[in-house]
């Protein structure tokens, strides 16, 4: 059975830094790309960030752009996410997500077939 | 970006009734589609991808249809465990985008 637990969440000021991490099992880490996608009090699920398996590419939506950054460890079947300069806009349930197999993808993005529970960030003075 | 668009915002129906929830994209995403179910407190699940296939493990009161712009995800007799939101996710083009989410309640 796939699982994903994320941790690192809490609350913290604007400006300051936070790491995410994710731990993955039931599955071979190393042979799928990872996301993290978020989700705002009362909004809707926003993409995040994407690493293919071998971290050779890795994508981030404009509004974390240059201030967030996601790494993998294939051998500790883990994924993480540096965020920086953090912002109230910020403030989300943070959740890790793999990536489907190739046949539930398009050329440039998949869908995503196991996602954590989450963990929440909170971005406040 | 591809803005997806979800309606209606919320639906309510009963139990046993059947449910249909619309997702519209800003330009055609083929059938690069998909549609998840979300609870509190859980994971969001995969329902479909491809537009129309279940995926694994999912019941076939569960069916999607569409392609181009217009989609929509039919549920059949809903059952207590089905009330829950919804969202459509597009990933035709880079980035991925989701819809809003339909909240599905027991009317």
């Known amino acids: 059975e796939v699982q994903l637990v994320e941790s690192g969440g809490g609350l913290v000021q604007p400006g300051r830094s936070l790491r995410l991490s994710c731990a993955a099992s039931?599955?071979?880490?190393?042979?799928?790309?990872m996301n993290w996608i978020r989700q705002a009090p009362g909004k809707g699920l926003e993409w995040v960030s994407g690493?293919?398996?071998?971290?050779?590419?890795?994508g981030y939506a404009d509004s974390v752009k240059g201030r967030f950054t996601i790494s993998r460890d294939n051998a500790k079947n883990s994924l993480y996410l540096q965020m920086n300069s953090l912002r109230a806009e910020d403030t989300a349930l943070y959740y890790c997500a793999k990536e489907s197999p190739a046949r539930y993808c398009s050329r440039t993005s998949c869908s995503f077939d196991s996602w954590g529970q989450g963990t929440l960030v909170t971005v406040s003075s | 970006d591809i803005v997806m668009t979800q309606s209606p915002a919320t639906l309510s129906v009963s139990p046993g009734e059947r449910a249909a929830l619309s997702c519209r994209a800003s330009q055609s995403v083929s059938i690069n589609l998909a549609w998840y179910q979300h609870k509190p407190g859980q994971a969001p699940r995969l329902l479909i991808f491809?537009?129309?296939t279940r995926a694994t493990g999912i019941p076939a009161r569960f069916s999607g249809s569409g392609s181009g712009a217009e989609f929509t995800l039919t549920i059949s007799s809903l059952q207590s465990e089905d009330f829950a939101v919804y969202y459509c996710?597009?990933?035709?083009?880079?980035?991925?985008?989701f819809g809003q989410g339909t909240r599905l309640e027991i009317e």
């Open positions: 996710q597009q990933y035709n083009n880079w980035p991925s985008t």
């Open positions: 491809g537009a129309s």
């Open positions: 039931g599955f071979t880490f190393h042979d799928y790309a």
């Open positions: 690493i293919s398996w071998n971290s050779d590419n890795i």
